[in-house]
Each structure stands twice: as C-alpha cells, then as structure tokens.
C-alpha cells in the first residue's frame, strides 16, 4: 500500500456515508411539494406505487405492537425506499397479503434494475419494476398520470422526465424509477415454470422516479487532499448516474471544477467497455471518475492502470466488486457494509468503512517501506565498516582490531536492537508529501547509498588510522607493547560501537537535515539506544574478561564519543552531495550491457550468450 499509486474507490458507503433518504419524488408527472405528500395522487396512482414498493425490495418494515419506531431493514437504497413507502402510508405486512408473487429478478449490479411479477386477487398480473432511472425510463412507453389515468411517452415527455432525472443528478442524489406493467394472467407460464419465466421487461408504465440523497462523508475532501499531495490518484468508479457520480466527486474534491468534468475524466462505463484494450489503456490515467459502471468496467480499468504500471488500490463492498478486488495489487473492502466475497478477495479490511482510513492505510504502507529502508541503510553501514577495517588490519598486519566477542555484540546492537529501534518509527506527514515509491524502485536508494558510504568511509578511515598509528597518537607509549595493543584494539571497539549509536540517530531520517525530529515520541528508540550506551559501558569497564579488552580512561572515553559524535554533523555535510535520479543499480546494469556488447562484437571474443541480461 506504501507503493500505491492510484485508488479506485466506489462511492456508497466509502465516499459517502451510506444513510439514504428520498428527499425529492416525481409522481404522476409532477414534483411533490414534499417527497411524502400524497394527497395529490389518485387511489390508484398510491396503490400501484404502495404496491410496488412493497412488493419489489429485498428488504423488510416491522411495525411494532405499541407505538415504538418502526424498523426497517435492507440495503441502503430498499431501506430509503421503504422508509418513504411507509410516508405514504403503507402497511407492508398487509400490502405484501394482498397479492401473491408469482417470481422474482433480484436487483442487479450489471442490470441496475430489479422485478417482480406479483397476482392481485388472482385477476390481474402487474409486474412492477424498479431500478436506475434513465434505465428504466428507457423501457417506459407509458406513464401514469396523477390522476390515475395512462398516458402514452411522447418524446416530449421523455425529454422532460430525463430533465427531472439530471436536475436531481446534478444535486448528486441517486436515482431510482418505479414502473410496472400490466400482463395477462393467461400469458404466465404454469407453476412448475415460473422460476425460469424471464419477466417482461419492455412497454413499461411509468409510476416515479426519486431522488435518494447520500452525504458526502465528513473529512473525505481532506483526505483526497492528502492523497493527492502524496501523489496517489483517487478515482471513483460507482454504478450511479453519471452526473450523480460527476455532483459527488466536485463535492469531495476528485473533480477540481466544472471545467475539468469531460470525458475522458468523466467517464461512462459502457463507453469505456466498448474501447478496445489498447485505447482503455491510453485513457484509463486520465478517468477521475466512471459513472454507470458494471462490476466488469471496474475491473477493466483495474487491468488497464496495471498494465500502464500502476500500484492500484482498489476498495469495495459488494459481491460485484470482487473480481476488481482480487485483481487489484492491494484490495480493500468495507467492514460494515461489505459482504464475506469481497472481503473473501480482498487484502486489507477497513473496519469502519471510512475513506479516512484508507488513507491511513498509505501512511502505515509507507512508513513500514521507509522504517525497512532505516533499518538496511543502518545495518549495511556496520556491516560494510566492519567489514573493511577487520580485513584490512588483518591483510596488512594479521592481527584484527575486532575479535570475535566484539562483533558478536557489536551484531547484536545491529540486527535486534537496531531493528527494534528503527522499524518502530510512527508514521510522520513528511511520507505523505513524496510521491509514491515505484513498482520498480529498489530498495536501497541513491540517498541512502550516499549515506551509507559517507559514514562507513569516515569510520573506516578513523579506526584504519587509529589501527595503525594508535599507540602514538593515543600517547599509549608508556605502556607494555601488549598492554598497549590491547587498550587501543579496546578504544577502536569502543569508538566503533559509540559510532554505530550516533549513527542510529542519523539513520532515522535519512532525507531529512534534522535527524532527531519527533525522537522523544519514540521511547523505545530512546531505551534502545540508552540500554546499548549503558551495556557498552559495563562490558569496556566490567566484562574485560570475557571481551578481551581492558578498562579506559576518562580521557579516552571522551576521545571516543567525540569521534562518534562528528558522524552529525558529517551526515547534515553528506546531505549536501548531490546524488542522481537514476539508481546506482541502473548504471552498473548499463556497465555490464555495454561490456557484454563490446565482447560480442568482438570477432575473437566469447560467442556464449549470458542468460541474464
Ligand atoms: N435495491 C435497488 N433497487 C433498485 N435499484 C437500485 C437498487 N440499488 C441501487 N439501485 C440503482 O442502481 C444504481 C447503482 O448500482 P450499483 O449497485 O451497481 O452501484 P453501487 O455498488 O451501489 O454503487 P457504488 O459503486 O457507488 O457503491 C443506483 O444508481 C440506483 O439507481
Ligand atoms: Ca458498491
């Protein structure tokens, strides 16, 4: 997640909060005044319309024995739709006795519409319809007029109802149309076929269209924000109207203005499915937002930003978005109002459904990267100091500064220590103001190259000399020359150790000047570092025995932790040095290229080809 470089979010209950009401209605061809107010309405306008909320919905309403609030359940869309049916005055129970359903087409994600075919008084077929409504609108060709009266779709009234439909569009209110169809009784197939009946679909009559608002969740536009100035691209991708997606994303600022609303940006679903691949893939950087989509165009886009390199994040709550989920690099799904699939196919579970959190996802994502990349810049930097000055010393002299004990210790502050000490960083807001790291980025950085040498190559250079010339410039002359030896082979100890302690610090922040910024929040940073100074100490003064090294003087303590001490401010100097863009490992492969190609020109040379190149 600390690499993502882009997240399609849907928008139902990640963006928004998911608490739907109808909050405007169109009945018989006229907007009520307020969503719940029937009197206008014929006898039969209201029983059609009462009958085919109760009838069509995957939820339920419990009216309860005394006066206590009646409780409805469902998804948020049934629950809003419910909940105004019940305005209206419907009793569910006794709604849903009065006719008896003859088959079912559950609400669909790819279909956006769901049906049922219910038998009133065993006389009549009414298959009532309900779904996104410039879909259902389509296969209208009549509409019920308040009055109670059918009348036939002009195009004009087409026109106009489409006008109601993006009017409550551009308010970013989710769409839903109720229609329904009379059919022959005669016309439906006999009882043992009624589950593979597909019902009628077409020459619906019109019966309302409403608009269901769903706020914007608090805080969504900061965290866009934050995402952006970390350079991740937040998308939406949801299965509402195109407008209704386009009034959302301006409001939580994934459009920056009207201006910047126009395809490719703002995308249809269908158009971007009727795309070849190579053109999804031309535009897929440029889509903020994707409006009508079917579960498959997400997906779709998912494939297309991964085959242009991109981290995609994705995140999800329904059964529809799994496939995207799974094809995602990182997968999020919703805790509350996700279902086991999407959670099955997903990696991360965001419990309280809230983008904030999939923001901080980022934050912890990147900061486990950067505490990892601490963690190697500090350890190669003992590593490669150790290293260097125990083989020289024993090429040139045959005899090592630091035995065996010692960097068993010297490992341990290292390996445990260290890793407790660095990989336990928090997360700062300075990981949140770079850009993402590359899929191909590696891991150990120019900056950190630069680092690493700059201190490896002044505690080489220190304990080198001190190996050499020692005794003399440690004024240890006086003593045994085995005495003496042992006293200086025990200060470079000493010093190497107090090196790899300030050197910790320096670690922590290895692109910042101030290394120490937020150091005191860090209390195992600081114990670590305390309990290391403190071992230090009784293992020079007390454990002799064990370490083979002798006491020191006061004195020579000072010398010590002054020599550590410069690695500070040598490592503000080090920050100066300029360091290229392209990684160091990209030279070297470019090197070894170039000297593969020379050979094979060369008519003398090897013809085997190497297998890796
Ligand atoms: N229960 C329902 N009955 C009828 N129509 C519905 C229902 N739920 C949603 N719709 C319609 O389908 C559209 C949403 O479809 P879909 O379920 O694919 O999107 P979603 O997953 O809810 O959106 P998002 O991706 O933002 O979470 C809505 O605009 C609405 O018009
Ligand atoms: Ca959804």
Redesign the pocket.
Known sequence: MGSATTICS???????LNQMTVVEAYVGGKKMSSPDNVDLLSPIASSLLIEGIAQN??GNVFHPEGDGDIEVT??P??KA?LSWGVKLGMRFDEERSKSSIINVFP???EK???GVAVNVANSEVHVHW????E?VLASCTNWLDADGSVQSMTFNQAEAFKKFIDDMAAVSL???ALAYKLYELEKVPSEDEHSRWILPEDDLILLAILG?KDPCRPGVKDSVTLCTNAGVKVR??????LQ??KAIALECGILDSNAEATEPNLIEGKTFRAMSEKEREAIAEKISVMG????NDKLLLVQALKNRGHVVAVT???T??APALHEADIGLAMGISGTEVAKESSDIIILDDDFASVVKVVRWGRSVYANIQKFIQFQLTVNVAALIINVVAAISSGEVPLNAVELLWVNLIMDTLGALALATEPPTDHLMMRAPVGRSEPLITNIMWRNLLVQAAYQVTTLLVLNFGGRSILHLTNDTKLHADKEKNTFIFNTFVLCQVFNEFNARKPDELNVFRGVTRNRLFMGIVGITVVLQVLIVEFLGKFFKTTTLSWKLWLVSIAIAFISWPLAVLGKFIPVPETPFSEYFLRCSRCCWRKRQDDPNGEKELPNST
């Open positions: 849907d928008k139902t209950g990640t963006l928004t919905t995957t469902g998804s869309t049934e739709i609400f669909n994600s956006k519409r769901g309900k779904g996104a409504a879909i989710r769409c839903v269901i939406m991708v949801t299965g509402d109207n209704t997606a009508r989509s079917s579960p999800g709550d329904g529809n978005d």
